[in-house]
T-cell receptor
Framework: AQSVSQHNHHVILSEAASLELGCNYS??????LFWYVQYPGQHLQLLLK??????LVKGIKGFEAEFIKSKFSFNLRKPSVQWSDTAEYFC??????????????FGKGTKLSVKP | DAEITQSPRHKITETGRQVTLACHQT?????MFWYRQDLGHGLRLIHY???????NKGEVSDGYSVSRSNTEDLPLTLESAASSQTSVYFC???????????FGPGTRLLVL
């Protein structure tokens, strides 16, 4: 069965520190990859996604992620975090059928706390 | 603006009672999903639907049911609520061919 692993349960950083959150998935075929963010008390919002093409994708609020197929990884990065980035981050995967539906498999999430 | 709404936002119920959580989207999306979010488990899929009259079981479907009588709504029913169903429930929807799912604000359910 497909699975998604997020390496860190809780990350604590100071403002201006660089961020990298790990995500690995188990499915060997074509995949679509997502990072969602959940700010405290709010619903999930899409941060960025990868379907095909350039493996380095840029999302909102200065976030980016790199798809490395050989490592089954889709790590999230941000060069300089802000206090407002405090949130929980979820990596998700679905099978890439080229336009048809696919159920999302979520990782367990990484809670990011940024100290002002 | 198109949106996805859930009601109620908070619910307290007793063990054994039937509970229905509503999800309504105005994007005209074909696909709708229900997830539960629990500490240490992330989001897990309960049920999903790819269109009117279509419903499918997800990873954690036991004790839950859904029905899809129109495009806009996918109500989730807990047939006999159990304390293990205390959770935050999120509804999501997506357009066929567009893999991104859009999430509702969530319903926090407490089963006593």
């Amino acid at each position: 069965a497909q699975s998604v692993s997020q390496h860190n349960h809780h990350v604590i950083l100071s403002e201006a520190a660089s961020l990298e959150l790990g995500c690995n998935y188990s499915y060997g075929g074509t995949v679509n990859l997502f990072w969602y963010v959940q700010y405290p008390g709010q619903h999930l919002q899409l941060l960025l996604k990868y379907f095909s093409g350039d493996p380095l994708v840029k999302g909102i609020k200065g976030f980016e992620a790199e798809f490395i197929k050989s490592k089954f990884s889709f790590n999230l990065r941000k060069p300089s975090v802000q206090w407002s980035d405090t949130a929980e981050y979820f990596c998700a995967v679905n099978k890439g059928y080229g336009g048809s539906q696919g159920n999302l498999i979520f990782g367990k999430g990484t809670k990011l706390s940024v100290k002002p | 603006d198109a949106e996805i709404t859930q009601s109620p936002r908070h619910k307290i119920t007793e063990t054994g009672r039937q509970v229905t959580l509503a999800c309504h989207q105005t994007w005209n999306h074909n696909n709708m999903f229900w997830y539960r979010q629990d500490l240490g488990h992330g989001l897990r899929l309960i049920h999903y639907s790819y269109g009117v009259q279509d419903t499918n079981k997800g990873e954690v479907s036991d004790g839950y049911s859904v029905s899809r009588s129109n495009t806009e709504d996918l109500p989730l029913t807990l047939e006999s609520a159990a304390s293990s169903q205390t959770s935050v429930y999120f509804c999501a929807s997506s357009w066929t061919g567009e893999e991104t799912q859009y999430f509702g604000p969530g319903t926090r359910l407490l089963v006593l």
